[in-house]
């Protein structure tokens, strides 16, 4: 079965640092997949999406960036965070006609 | 472009009760999927059902069916008999039938259940 791993799960950043979070699927090949952020009580928006190694759509002008270097491994990064970055970023793959599955999510804070 | 709305912000049921979540969608495709989510405190995303526009019967898992009416682009959630562990913020989700297409979301109804 396919399970997806995200980490870390709970994340303190001064501002100004780097960022790197984490994704790899299991269990399936050539997923789509995501990253979204999620501001406390609100909805789901979408950062990135990529269908193959190398290929990232960005659907958010900001300061963070995704890559790929891997069929089943997605990272989110930034140089340098904003104090606006702060939020619950989730990870998630999807099939061709399969739903999204979701990672367990980082909780990132931005001091 | 395609959008999904949930038109109640927040609801509430009384445990063991029935409620049904609302939620419509704009698309000018014929084949898509639909899915509701649910969002517990612990803020992990879970899937609670799904359906294919191609099929007419409506989804059911256990206490959760869906009422899907097509031609009024109409994808209501109804939870039957609900528990405490039902409260949550569930969002309803739409995807196109091409490969690589993104999921839309609405923004969310909070449901809290009262014992």
Known sequence: SQTIHQWPA????????????????????????????????????????SVG???????????LSASRPQDRQFILSSKKLLLSDSGFYLCAWAGTVSPLHFGNGTRLTVT | AQTVTQSQPEMSVQEAETVTLSCTYDTSESDY?????????????????????YKQQNATENR???????????????ISDSQLGDAAMYFCAYRGDNYGQNFVFGPGTRLSVLP
Do not use: D, H
């Open chain 1, 53 to 63: 190694i190398g290929q990232i759509s960005s659907e958010v002008p900001q300061n």
């Open chain 2, 64 to 78: 959760f069916s869906v009422n899907f009416q097509k031609a009024a682009k109409s994808f209501s959630l109804k």
């Open chain 2, 33 to 53: 999927y639909l899915f509701w989510y649910k969002q517990p405190p612990s803020r992990q995303m879970i899937l609670v059902i799904r359906q294919e526009a």
């Open chain 1, 10 to 49: 709970t994340l303190v950043q001064p501002v100004g640092s780097p960022l790197s979070l984490e994704c790899t699927v299991e269990g399936t090949s050539n997923p789509n997949l995501y990253w979204y952020r999620q501001a406390a009580g609100r909805g789901l928006q979408l950062l990135f999406y």
